[in-house]
T-cell receptor
Framework: DAKTTQPPSMDCAEGRAANLPCNHS???????VYWYRQIHSQGPQYIIH???NNETNEMASLIITEDRKSSTLILPHATLRDTAVYYC?????????????FGTGTRLTVIP | NAGVTQTPKFRVLKTGQSMTLLCAQD?????MYWYRQDPGMGLRLIHY?????TTAKGEVPDGYNVSRLKKQNFLLGLESAAPSQTSVYFC????WGIGELFFGEGSRLTVL
């Protein structure tokens, strides 16, 4: 599975959009992009995933570039509860283990 | 609906002692996983299971054993605990190989 590169930390003002970038320049055509977040020391929480089209759900939007070498997770109106470590992961869509390589992620701090 | 439940949540062991971590899920998921997370690092996969009666090694399997005798339970065993196994352990499950992972709240293990 391809590895990802994320900035170690970011700040965002409460109520503003938080845009978290992820570089996955070695991604293969059959690899999905997943985003998870981990609040404090809780178990990671799934946010969203996509293959090549932009995706949106009740939590966030995922924008994947046309060449699929990078993506951005957008939290449209960040709240203090969105302070967490955000993990961008790519993996092959094949049956078998969901071996997600989490890396160290981006620590997002939402500032009042 | 409890989701994924891990027991115990905290444990302190002496070097050489053995113990078992229990993970239980009530979502009828086929896939289950054990991860460990060390300070400042992402999650690393220890072992996983793609169905009842099956187990397989992940990224860091040494020093651990697992069993999946019942579909809803996934046990992680340490036969002879070492200080290097001090970590937070997370169990997860998913309905299928590329689906969303649901995580437990973690088990904090300290080996003295």
């Amino acid at each position: 599975d391809a590895k990802t590169t994320q900035p170690p930390s970011m700040d965002c003002a409460e109520g503003r959009a938080a845009n978290l970038p992820c570089n996955h320049s070695t991604i293969s055509g059959n690899e999905y992009v997943y985003w998870y977040r981990q609040i404090h020391s809780q178990g990671p929480q799934y946010i969203i995933h996509g293959l090549k089209n932009n995706e949106t759900n009740e939590m966030a939007s995922l924008i994947i570039t046309e060449d699929r070498k990078s993506s951005t997770l957008i939290l449209p109106h960040a709240t203090l509860r969105d302070t967490a470590v955000y993990y961008c992961i790519v993996r092959v869509a094949l049956p078998g283990a969901n071996n997600l390589f989490f890396g160290t992620g981006t620590r997002l701090t939402v500032i009042p | 609906n409890a989701g994924v439940t891990q027991t115990p949540k905290f444990r302190v062991l002496k070097t050489g002692q053995s113990m078992t971590l229990l993970c239980a899920q009530d979502m009828n998921h086929e896939y289950m996983y054990w991860y460990r997370q060390d300070p400042g690092m992402g999650l690393r996969l220890i072992h996983y299971s793609v169905g009842e009666g099956t187990t397989a090694k992940g990224e860091v399997p040494d020093g651990y054993n697992v069993s999946r005798l019942k579909k809803q339970n996934f046990l992680l065993g340490l036969e002879s605990a070492a200080p290097s196994q001090t970590s937070v352990y997370f169990c997860a499950s998913s309905e299928w190989g590329i689906g969303e992972l649901f995580f437990g709240e973690g088990s904090r293990l300290t080996v003295l």
